[in-house]
């Protein structure tokens, strides 16, 4: 028998409280124009207040409650004089370990690396020995030429890499150029021309290149000197070396997965992760429109500037600082995201249920109507709405032919803070709806009807069969699925930026980056940056880095936080 | 007190399929009935039907002497226990039991005190607070069984609950149902296609086919007095030997013909033919295997075989063979009862010679398929 | 075991309606205080029918709660009367048949006003591609004069061009995306290496960096190799399915409920991996490869980003989404509108069709894959 843990309820219990503040600053921002009588509330605020005193409310309740059981239960197993077993609650601190774990492992294995190669030189015969500098030679000494040759080949390849162009970029790396554009006398045309010298771009890229060819060179390298020591263990055992034919035939067979792999792995290093390092490197340098490396300025390292830059509170030229406008759009990417992922979840699910009911006809008529919204490409949906509902759009006319509102005022759905917020999230569920229905009605289907019998046997109503079987059913099933939604949405670009391109304007909060909307996240924030006029790319990669940055902890505190409340009790 | 009573019910689903046909049965207080037969035979549906999650589409039950048709499930006062356990996989076994208690709004105190005492009468205090998806099947089956057990309900219904153990965990826990049995005071009603779970375990067994109910008889009565060919080959393993016959009647003293042989209805079996007055005629003989036993030498009395395989069961050794004209006999033979020269002369293609005894004979109409000393209308 | 009803339900019900019949008497005051207004007559009439919905709303809860108090007394009454049958069956009905027919009916009410929601832009679409008096934006729907005068203007622009480009990118990465996704995800289905999990964190991580970074050094790369603006259609297919061996997961999925027995088994007849990949797996995956394929079909005629970037303001190498997109800025929009309502339905027309005779594979990929968690 265990106790039931009370870290659960009580961390509700503190976010509710803290929300239960907020909620207190909201409401006095509502309650002074009230008592003084002047100026009107804010819509923003009604909004703030009741989404904080609803959610506030919610978790402090079910805190309390929760917290009173938990107490309750654990007075009578105490007073039961049942066994107690502890329960052990991961801890930050077991995080913390897991970590330096890790980082232990890695040394090790490293350690491990180095002592095996000296071994295999001590240990090994004169072809292992020479094979250390001429690779390949051992396998072509033992008979397995096709080996031999392909790592014979790709020293060769590197060798001759490094010595006509590895060293000269490898070089130029550390002060990405030194010659920038010039302009010089041309004889032939008398005039002065200019002349492009030293390209950072290309250093910076090829730099990398060269050290990715290093980094393949060493494990090549690495792999050789082990295929000796291999290849000497099973001659030593009296067994025969693989031929050729018999390399030939693995690799359809026990190793067909590296030759499935190896396309899609290239295309992978090549366009994902080489462009990823690039652009991480970028960010400790001043790359941009003016500085692009060749026809302008050549561009340099700058070290931590940008990100001090980025995270100083400090106005820059005609505008608010980098680090408000960052917590500025970062908290309205989070808010979007949160509302985004949860309307669409529960509207999706209730839509599902609601065609899935026991007495509803043409079912497949209905989801067939939403389905068929998927399949229009979203950029004609989201444009053509995007204008439906501007000023001088079919809904306002239609709204003023209906003398529902005044020809002189049609509603700003764009030009209004508030309002394009709530467009926004709106819309998106409009788009979203159909999938979640599908994946919400894939999963009713599946729950087991048993679950249901045993329920209506112990007197549960539909209401409480939905409450305590359906939605903890969905819940537990879909997850994961929540949480790649919710990183998805805050790298959802084309939502925002086909529905308002980050409109209204948000002056207030424009940086020297440029201009900054209401409706911006921060990706489409790194749009605008690396596409404006200024093309500061080095800004969009530290906005990148830091995009990765809060997906990456939320992704970790979401995995590390479930799972482990989950076996918390499996753990005995 | 919580007899069930079963009049006239019957299932009919919309297409017109006939699930049960006209069943009729008493169930005692605190009886053990089990509904056995294979698949499809309507013995779930039966099950349903009293649970009150089948419509009861003719017919009463009566519950205690109430008729339940109208009442819904939870105010039957029954529990169930279902084949695939139907364990809520997101709430802990502790509340997976307190579910039920919990809709009935009692006060958390006498929840944990009952749920305690279950856990602890099934071994699964240590349990009680993960979720099913971290327990074995034996387990999780426990786990369901608590489940019904906590509401202390007057009548037991267990569909199928074994069929998803292994064999050996199927064993034990049969083993643990017997003793639950003698601990609970509760009606059990309890569904299973498997012939030896219904024989160990019940006090009462209604074997059913195709939604008539064959028998209905203690584990006993429906061995030893199979009405009908279905029963004699259902229950029993392995299968009783079924094969056509003549009866003679010579005076009163009864034989029976076949494969070349006389074999005299000795005994108490020749005296009740005599009783019933069966007149000599063609038949289907029934003999079941272990009573058939290996004759030292042929005689006008035994039937010669050839033996085809021989399946060495460790007590005993299963012998198939064929008569003359290819039909097929098993027979079972003690090993103990064998000298080691006689085992080894037990080999594909040996010719052997086999009789029985008149009390271990059935006789079963080639028609109507009942037996001709035992039957009943149901 | 039967207890007794608590009142409490239907008095929380006669409450709720009792409240909603009050908000329909607010409503029809702010009615009347619009309607005096000639500008904002129509908002009167609207909040006139709110009202007017309102209040008979709130006048149905009302007697719903007041037919569940009768019924709750009756019952009560049943259960102390000791009629237990009567009793049972007046519950049971209580719950399904009156309310079940009181919520269905609200259920089709909704799902009638969902359809149309979600059709409506598109018919809006449909209709305004056939206007032709006149091409700018306006506030009103059906056209006063029917035409196929923008379809033909759509011959007349780089629309055909824009066409023909996004549907070869979306025919070559039907094809090789679907070849690189299948491949990942029947290795890592099907084969245990010792970098196996780290592969697949180690795209996990990847993934959550935004695409877009990787934008900018991708375009001066393919400039250099002469794949931009003009070029704009290979750069793209290059760029597409390079890194799609990303989207494995829902593949994945598939492959994973595809018993391995079935493998081994021709395995023991003698069959190489390879074997086993083309002669026994792949014909089992019909619905998962149609799926791919159709998802690797659609998702060109969608992208808008990377397109954008890519042709970079060059109408010869635009895909459809850039393209009709430049007609709605500004300058253009006034003269282009219709236009683009007209690309839009040929755009979308076609995949649309395609969409929903494959549909079955679609929900079939989604539901089976995509949750498998």
Redesign the interface.
């Known amino acids: 028998m265990s106790k039931k843990s009370i870290v659960s309820p009580i961390a509700r219990i503190v976010l509710g409280l803290i929300l239960a503040a907020v909620f207190c600053i909201f409401a006095a921002k509502l309650v002074d124009p009230w008592i003084n009588k002047i100026g009107t509330a804010k819509a923003k605020d009604v909004i703030w207040s009741i989404i904080t005193l609803i959610a506030g409310a919610v978790l402090l309740i079910s805190g309390i409650a929760e917290l009173v059981r938990s107490l309750h239960f654990n007075r009578m197993v105490t007073n039961s004089g049942m066994q107690v077993k502890k329960v052990k609650h991961a801890t930050i601190g077991d995080f913390f370990k897991k970590i330096g774990a890790w980082f232990a492992n890695a040394g090790k294995a490293v350690a491990n690396e180095f002592k095996d190669i000296v071994q295999t030189f001590r240990n090994g015969d004169w072809k292992t020995k020479l094979s250390f500098l001429v690779m390949g030679f051992g396998s072509i000494a033992r008979g397995q030429v096709l080996r031999g040759i392909l790592f014979l080949l790709f020293e060769i390849v590197f060798i001759v890499y490094m010595i006509f162009a590895g060293v000269h970029w490898l070089s130029l790396l550390p002060t990405l150029g030194t010659k920038g554009p010039s302009v010089v006398y041309n004889e032939v045309l008398d005039q002065y021309v200019s002349q492009y010298n030293d390209n950072s771009f290309k250093i910076l890229l090829y730099g990398v290149l060269t050290i990715f060819f290093i980094i393949a060179f060493i494990y090549t390298w690495r792999l050789n000197v082990k295929q000796n020591k291999i290849s000497e263990e099973i001659l030593r055992s009296g067994k025969p070396l693989k031929s050729g034919k018999d390399d030939l035939r693995s690799l359809v067979d026990d190793k067909f997965h590296a030759t499935l792999l190896a396309l899609p792995l290239t295309g992978i290093i090549i366009f994902t992760v080489l462009p990823i390092i690039f652009m991480i490197l970028v960010a400790f340098t001043n790359y941009d429109g003016a500085h692009d490396g060749y026809y302008n300025n050549l561009f340099t390292w700058v070290g931590l500037k940008n990100f001090n830059t980025m995270l100083s509170w400090k106005a820059v030229g005609g505008g608010q600082s980098y680090a408000a406008t960052f917590g500025e759009i970062l908290t309205w990417t989070l808010i979007w995201a949160f509302f985004a992922t949860f309307t669409n979840y529960f509207l999706g699910m209730f839509v599902a249920m609601m065609i899935n009911k026991k007495g509803i006809h043409f079912k497949k008529v209905w989801r067939t109507i939403l389905v068929m919204t998927i399949a229009i490409p979203q950029f004609i949906s989201l444009l053509y709405v995007s204008k439906m509902f501007a000023k001088n759009g079919i809904v306002n006319g239609t709204l003023i032919a209906l003398k529902i509102i005044d020809k002189s005022k049609p509603i700003p759905f764009w030009e209004d803070p508030t309002l394009a917020r709530v467009m926004v999230i709106l819309i998106n569920i409009w788009i979203g709806i159909p999938y979640m229905m599908l994946i919400s009605t894939g999963i009713l289907m599946n729950i087991p009807a048993d679950l249901y019998e045993s329920a209506k046997i112990d007197g549960a109503s539909p209401w409480q069969q939905y409450r305590k079987i359906t939605l903890p059913y969905m819940l537990f099933i879909t997850g994961p699925y929540l949480l790649t939604s919710f990183t998805g949405n805050m790298n959802n670009f084309n939502v925002i930026y086909l529905l308002t391109g980050g409109a209204p304007a948000n002056s207030a909060a424009s940086t020297a980056a440029g201009t900054v909307g209401y409706t911006d996240l921060l990706i489409t924030w790194l749009f605008k940056i690396a596409t404006g006029a200024e093309a500061q790319y080095y800004m969009a990669s530290v906005i990148g880095i830091m995009v990765f940055a809060v997906v990456a902890v939320i992704s970790l505190i979401v995995y590390n936080l479930l799972p482990s409340i989950k076996n918390e009790e499996d753990f005995q | 007190m919580a007899s069930v009573k079963l009049t006239n019910v019957k299932k009919i689903y919309d297409n017109n399929v006939v699930a049960v046909h006209d069943f009729n049965l008493d169930i005692k207080d605190q009886e053990f009935v089990v509904f056995v037969g294979p698949s499809g035979c309507g013995k779930s549906t039966t099950l349903r039907m009293i649970a009150g999650l089948e419509d009861i589409s003719d017919g009463t039950v009566e519950i205690d002497g109430e008729v339940v048709n109208d009442l819904q499930p939870k105010d039957r006062n029954i529990a169930m226990v279902f084949q695939n356990y139907a364990l809520y996989p997101h709430m802990s076994v502790y509340d997976n039991i307190a579910f039920s208690l919990r809709l009935q709004k009692m006060p958390e105190d006498l929840i944990f005190n009952k749920v305690t005492n279950v856990a602890e009468i099934l071994g699964i205090t240590d349990y009680l607070m993960r979720k099913p998806r971290a327990l074995s099947g034996g387990q999780r089956q426990r786990v369901a069984i608590g489940r019904a057990m906590v509401r202390d309900s007057k009548v037991f219904l267990m569909d199928e609950p074994l069929s998803n153990l292994d064999a050996k965990l199927r064993n034990q826990m049969r083993a643990e149902i017997i003793l639950l049995r003698q601990k609970l005071n509760t009606t059990f009603i309890y569904v299973t296609h498997d012939q030896t779970e219904a024989m160990t375990l019940g006090d009462r067994i209604v074997i059913m086919k195709d939604g008539y109910i064959m028998q209905v008889g203690s584990p006993a009565e429906v061995f030893e007095k199979p009405e009908n060919l279905f029963v004699a080959e259902f229950i029993g393993a392995p299968k009783m030997n079924i094969v056509p016959a003549e009866l003679v009647n010579a005076n009163g003293a009864y034989q029976v013909k076949l494969f070349g042989a006389a074999i005299p209805v000795d005994g108490d079996k020749g005296a009740e033919l005599a009783r019933a007055r069966i007149p000599g005629r063609k038949v289907l003989l029934g003999v079941r295997p272990e009573h058939i036993v290996l004759s030292k030498e042929a005689s006008a009395s035994s039937i010669p075989v050839t033996l085809e395989v021989n399946e060495m069961m460790g007590s005993e050794l299963h012998l198939h063979a064929f008569t003359d004209d290819g039909t097929r006999i098993i027979f079972r033979v003690p090993t103990i009862d064998l000298t080691a020269s006689e085992r080894a002369g037990l080999v594909n293609g040996a010719k052997l010679n086999v009789t029985f005894e008149g009390k271990v004979m059935h006789f079963f109409d080639p028609e109507t398929e009942k037996n001709l000393l035992y039957s009943h209308e149901y | 075991?039967?207890?007794k009803k608590k009142f409490t339900s239907p008095i929380i019900e006669m409450l709720i309606g009792a409240l909603i019949a009050a908000l329909g008497y607010l409503a029809f005051k702010r009615g009347g205080y619009y309607y005096k207004l000639t500008?904002?007559?129509?908002?009167g009439?609207?909040f006139y029918i709110l009202a007017a919905l309102l209040a008979l709303g709130g006048l149905a809860v009302i007697v719903v709660g007041i037919t569940s108090l009768l019924r709750v007394s009756r019952y009560n009454a049943l259960v102390e009367s000791g009629d237990?049958?009567?009793a049972?069956?007046l519950?049971?009905s209580m719950?399904i048949k009156a309310k079940?027919a009181l919520s269905?009916t609200f259920?089709?009410v909704?799902?009638v006003i969902?359809?149309v929601?979600?059709?409506i832009?598109?018919i809006?679409?449909i209709l305004q591609s056939f206007r032709v008096e006149s091409t700018s934006?306006?506030?009103?729907?059906v056209p006063q004069q029917w035409g196929l005068a923008n379809y033909k203007n759509l011959l007349n622009t780089n629309f055909p061009r824009w066409y023909l480009n996004t549907f070869i990118i979306a025919i070559a990465c039907a094809v090789l995306q679907t070849v690189?996704?299948l491949?990942?995800s029947?290795?890592l289905s099907?084969?245990r290496?010792k970098l196996r999990k780290p592969l697949m964190q180690f795209?996990l991580?990847?993934g959550?960096?935004?695409?877009?970074?990787?934008?900018?050094?991708?375009y001066?790369?393919l400039k250099d190799l002469g794949m931009t603006q003009a070029n704009a259609v290979p750069g793209l297919i290059?760029?597409y399915?390079?890194?799609?061996?990303?989207g494995y997961y829902i593949s994945k999925g598939f492959f994973d409920t595809i018993p391995k027995s079935l493998d081994e088994a021709a395995r023991m007849d003698g069959a190489?991996?390879?074997?086993v990949?083309f002669k026994i797996i792949l014909p089992l995956s019909k619905p998962i490869i149609i799926y791919t394929i159709l998802t690797a079909f659609?998702a060109p005629?969608?992208d808008?980003?990377f397109a954008r970037?890519i042709s970079l303001n060059n109408p010869i190498g635009m895909n459809?989404?850039v393209g009709?997109?430049t007609w709605?800025s500004k300058d253009q929009i006034d003269s282009m509108?219709t236009t683009?309502?007209a690309g839009?339905v040929v755009?979308?027309l076609p995949?649309?069709i395609?969409?929903?005779l494959l549909?079955r594979y679609?929900?079939e990929g989604?539901?089976?894959g995509?949750?498998k968690?």
């Open positions: 075991m039967m207890n500008a904002l007559t129509g908002r009439v609207v237990r049958a009567a049972s069956s519950d049971r719950g079940r269905n259920i089709y909704l799902l969902i359809s929601i979600w059709l832009p598109f809006c679409i934006p306006v506030g009103y729907i690189i996704v491949c990942m029947y290795v099907r084969f290496f795209m991580i990847l959550m960096f935004p695409g877009m970074l990787s934008m900018i050094i991708l001066r790369v290059l760029v399915i390079a890194s799609s061996g990303m190489t991996r390879a074997q990949l659609m005629w969608a808008f980003v970037y459809v989404a009709l997109n709605l509108y683009f309502c839009g755009v979308a995949v649309t395609l969409f929903m549909q679609y929900v989604v539901t089976g995509a949750v968690g």
